[in-house]
């Protein structure tokens, strides 16, 4: 029960932290505004691309996709993604 716990733990602090950082990466590559501290008036687009990826992740999983290989690829995209950004 307790192992059960932790991987549903997990799954609900992985989808927040895997949307926010595509729609980072996506509004970094584009040079739109990007920050959690804006709000949404000063940074719409970033806040509807964390909207935008959100809702794809949840209609995966009910396409029937795993979810699991769905987070791992996706790490294995953003950790490709990320570093050329930083440049």
């Not at 029960?1 to 996506?26: E, K, N, R």
């Not at 739109?32 to 804006?38: D, F, G, I, T």
């Amino acid at each position: 029960m307790l192992f059960a716990a932790g991987v549903i733990g997990v799954g609900f602090l992985a989808a927040p932290v895997m949307t926010t950082g595509a729609a980072y990466d996506l509004c970094q590559a584009l040079g739109w505004r990007h920050s959690l501290h804006a709000t949404f008036r000063e940074a719409p687009r970033f806040y509807l691309a964390i909207g935008a990826f959100t809702f794809i992740g949840v209609a995966l999983n009910f396409l029937g996709f795993n979810p699991i290989k769905a987070l791992v690829w996706s790490g294995i995209v953003q950790g490709f993604s990320t570093p050329p950004l930083f440049c």
